[in-house]
């Protein structure tokens, strides 16, 4: 048998021309893992508020967030790289929903059964808008005014309890804080749809 039979042979080959660069090679399990994390990093975000959305809740949300994290890293190496990450974090998540609110019967959620899915579906399909707004986001943070920045930091801090404590922080008036904080929320909206109208992406 020739050398061309034996390609023809292999269905591990296909017709393409041989390029003659060395095939590359899998990632052992550090590299997977290592590249698997990153994937997270970039999407947990977007993972907690879609189940912020199937929810209704952040606080379950927070709950069944802590129980997909668990699943995610026991079945990581189940993850094919340079598959759609998305598609098979929110299978993952979806079953983890479903449980919870089979366990918490008595909670009144937001959405029914038969419109969980749909809305689950929409919500994947919008992943890729998320992560561009949260993108744009950070750009339109960083040309905020010092102060302004002041404002957001201390009335998004975790350590901060309501609009009285971030005011005691900034040594300003309860309402002075609350308009100027409508204000940067407006102003951030207009820049965030802007820098993706610009970039094409709205």
Not at 76 to 97: D, P, Y
Request: net charge negative; hydrophobic share 35%; glycine share 4%.
């Amino acid at each position: 048998m020739s050398p061309s039979d034996r390609q023809s042979d292999d269905p591990g080959r296909d017709d393409a021309p041989d390029s003659g660069l060395p095939d590359p090679e899998p990632l052992d399990h550090a590299g997977h893992r290592e590249a698997f994390a990153r994937l997270f990093a970039q999407h947990d975000r977007w993972l907690f508020s879609y189940l912020v959305i199937l929810l209704g809740s952040p606080a379950d949300a927070e709950e069944v967030f802590q129980e997909v994290c668990v699943v995610l890293w026991r079945e990581h190496e189940k993850f094919q790289l340079g598959t759609n990450f998305v598609s098979w974090v929110s299978v993952i998540a979806n079953h983890q929903v479903y449980r919870y609110r089979a366990k918490n019967k008595r909670k009144n959620f937001s959405l029914d059964e038969g419109l969980l899915g749909d809305v689950a579906s929409t919500a994947v399909g919008r992943a890729d808008i998320f992560e561009y707004r949260r993108d744009a986001l950070r750009k339109c943070l960083e040309k905020l005014t010092r102060e302004d920045r002041q404002v957001v930091q201390h009335c998004y801090d975790h350590e901060t309890k309501n609009f009285k404590s971030a005011a005691e922080q900034l040594g300003r008036p309860v309402n002075t804080v609350y308009k100027a904080l409508n204000r940067i929320r407006r102003m951030l909206h207009d820049c965030i749809d802007q820098t993706l109208s610009t970039e094409g992406l709205q």
